[in-house]
């Protein structure tokens, strides 16, 4: 008896439904997610309240850095750095740290659930530009608030920048292979070049043919020297099948003119 008792529950009631009506189905399934969100909100709000989701714990630098300082980038990141890692305004802390002169490149990412991770490309100097700026490897000016001490000197019209930049890394190799460094490099407004080298010479190139007569002078060069036995003082290259070279003076020729000034 008790058996069949137990079966006759699951059977459904004479003149009654198996199941509920659809509608109703609906209704409480709407109750309970309105049930559902409204903990939720309750729950957010209530994390709200007591601080910010996700609070940044932890800003890891990372990037080959010898101009710009932790401190810096600290006081750089500082007006944006604030609340939980959901809220921090990721473009603006790159911005802040991109106005830095000697930042050249930054990414800025979160990192789940209390870092940020900020990478950072410094830039690479490769001369003095004018007066209190630097130009980079790729041409581009910045204007640290100190200059680097013993960089050379790139001068020259704005507009004409990349071609000084050009020259000035094309020349570098060939000097170099002769034991010789540019101190300056000057483009004047009539369109002539001027290269003045680390041990004094300066070398008056002119308008035309530029690359051209750098490179006959540079490949006679060392002959040019075993001959003279003297370093060089002047070079003179604005000739059209040639130049003229003025040797620098050693002390036994000042010795020599000075005796013969005497006689």
């Not at 410094?122 to 980079?136: H, I, M, S, T, Y």
């Not at 540019?182 to 008056?204: M, Y």
């Not at 002119?206 to 075993?226: I, S």
């Not at 000739?239 to 020729?253: L, S, V």
Request: hydrophobic letters at 45%; charged letters at 25%.
């Amino acid at each position: 008896m008790t058996s069949v008792a137990m079966d006759r529950l699951d059977q459904p009631i004479p003149g009654q439904n198996a199941r509920p009506p659809r509608m109703l189905r609906g209704w409480v399934l709407a109750a309970a997610a309105l049930m559902l969100a409204a903990s939720g909100l309750m729950w957010l709000a209530d994390a709200i309240s007591s601080g910010p989701l996700f609070p940044l714990r932890k800003v890891t630098l990372d990037g080959d850095l010898h101009h710009v300082t932790e401190a810096a980038l600290r006081e750089a990141m500082a007006p944006q750095v604030h609340g939980g890692l959901l809220s921090l305004d990721v473009a603006a802390i790159r911005d802040s740290i991109t106005a830095l002169p000697w930042v050249r490149n930054a990414s800025v990412r979160r990192i789940w659930p209390h870092s940020l991770a900020v990478d950072i490309v410094e830039q690479k100097p490769l001369a003095r530009w004018g007066d209190g700026a630097l130009v980079n490897t790729a041409g581009d000016i910045f204007r640290p608030a100190s200059i680097p001490d013993g960089l050379p000197e790139l001068q020259g019209p704005d507009s004409r920048r990349a071609d000084v930049v050009a020259l000035f890394q094309a020349l570098n190799g060939p000097l170099d292979e002769r034991g010789l460094n540019i101190a300056a490099l000057r483009l004047d407004r009539r369109g002539s070049w001027t290269v003045a080298l680390n041990d004094g010479a300066v070398i008056e190139v002119g308008t035309h043919d530029v690359e051209g007569r750098l490179t006959r002078f540079l490949g006679a060069l060392p002959r040019l020297r075993r001959q003279a036995g003297r370093a060089l003082e002047r070079v003179d290259l604005r000739y059209p099948n040639g130049f003229a070279i003025q040797w620098r003076k050693t002390a036994d020729t000042r010795e020599q003119n000075r005796n013969g000034k005497r006689q």
